[in-house]
């Protein structure tokens, strides 16, 4: 989605690298190596533009969504919000920028403070930017936020404890909307709940977004939840995007063998019908503390060759695909067909 005022993207992301150093020893201690948690990755969002980030458990997304708001510090590269670069910001600069990039955790158990009530948990944000809304209208507008998600004004009063898993994240999005801002980072926010209220949370979300007109980073490992709420979709592996494009081209014409394997493995919504292609991958994920040389993909892929030992393919667009692809050998493959059963 192109930004309508011609002024850019709101978020661009440029070489975004956060390692941690692993250490031995009690007293002296010394680094003898790094995580490579997130390493090197590029996006733009666009006013109003929902990218879907996915991936395996430990890829890197949760890191990613910290980097943005500099809630952990980079290693290197840059987060510039409106041209701004969040990594150079005071701590002063930093907390007005937190009024429009807001995120949601995916914990909703861990997220709230249990010693306040969920009015003072969503009028927080308030005490410390008071010019968003006057003192005396502030419970008025806390009710207001509960009953858009979902809640009652009654439960202004109650605790977290009290509330159920799917309730409690629904608090969690009335405490980022809030201070109304113009991003959300959304951090796997239905991968806590049961199934039956993932769907009411995403479509919640969605017509949140319809009516306040955030941007918004949507994390998770479900592709299935992703394909239906993004514009745009970008898959990690090992810390580095490997395939980013529209949502429709990447669920219609993957070109990378990750993001094949992944789409792969998506059950039809269909209990009639059946995938007709499953690519299983060998071996497990290598370490992101020791990756392997080339391409991070190579030593689970089945077009992996000596030039994939030897160079890191770029993330780029080989072959006129229409979306960059880190894949020496990227071709698109129909990974979505399906047979009737029975027949």
């Known amino acids: 989605m192109a930004d309508p005022s011609g002024a850019g993207p709101l978020l661009s992301v440029r070489g975004l690298t956060k390692h941690f150093p692993l250490t031995r020893g009690v007293v002296f201690q010394r680094t003898i190596g790094h995580v490579r948690a997130v390493d090197g990755i590029d996006f733009d969002l666009d006013p109003g533009e929902t990218l879907g980030l996915v991936g395996e458990s430990g890829c890197g997304k949760s890191t990613a969504a910290r980097l943005l708001l500099r809630l952990i510090e980079p290693t290197s590269g840059e987060v510039r919000y409106r041209g701004e670069d969040l990594t150079g910001m005071s701590p002063r600069e930093l907390r007005q920028m937190r009024r429009n990039v807001q995120i949601i955790f995916q914990d909703p158990y861990a997220s709230l403070d249990p010693r306040m009530t969920v009015g003072s948990i969503i009028a927080e944000g308030w005490e410390i930017h008071p010019e968003v809304m006057p003192r005396g209208r502030r419970k008025e507008e806390v009710g207001n936020l509960l009953e858009r998600v979902g809640l009652e004004r009654a439960h202004a009063d109650r605790f977290p404890h009290q509330f159920s898993g799917g309730q409690r994240q629904r608090i ?140 890191e393919p770029e993330l780029v667009d080989r072959g006129g695909h229409g979306h960059p692809s880190a894949c020496h050998y990227a071709e698109p493959a129909d990974v979505l067909g399906v047979r009737r059963l029975g027949s």
């Open 172 to 311: 969690g999005i009335a405490r980022a909307l809030a201070l109304r801002p113009e991003v959300l980072i959304l951090d796997e926010p239905v991968s806590a709940l049961d199934v039956s209220v993932q769907a009411q949370v995403i479509n919640l979300l969605e017509e949140l977004q319809a009516e306040y007109g955030f941007a918004a980073v949507f994390i998770a490992h479900d592709l299935s939840v992703v394909r239906h709420i993004s514009d745009r979709v970008a898959v990690m592996y090992l810390g580095k995007i490997v395939e980013i494009g529209d949502s429709e081209a990447i669920y219609e014409r993957p070109t990378h063998p990750y993001t094949q394997a992944l789409l792969s493995a998506v059950p039809s919504a269909d209990p009639t019908v059946e995938r007709t292609t499953r690519i299983r991958l060998e071996g497990d994920v290598p370490s992101p503390a020791s990756p392997p040389s080339g391409c991070s993909f190579r030593t689970r892929c089945w077009k992996a060759d000596e030039r994939c030992a030897a160079e």
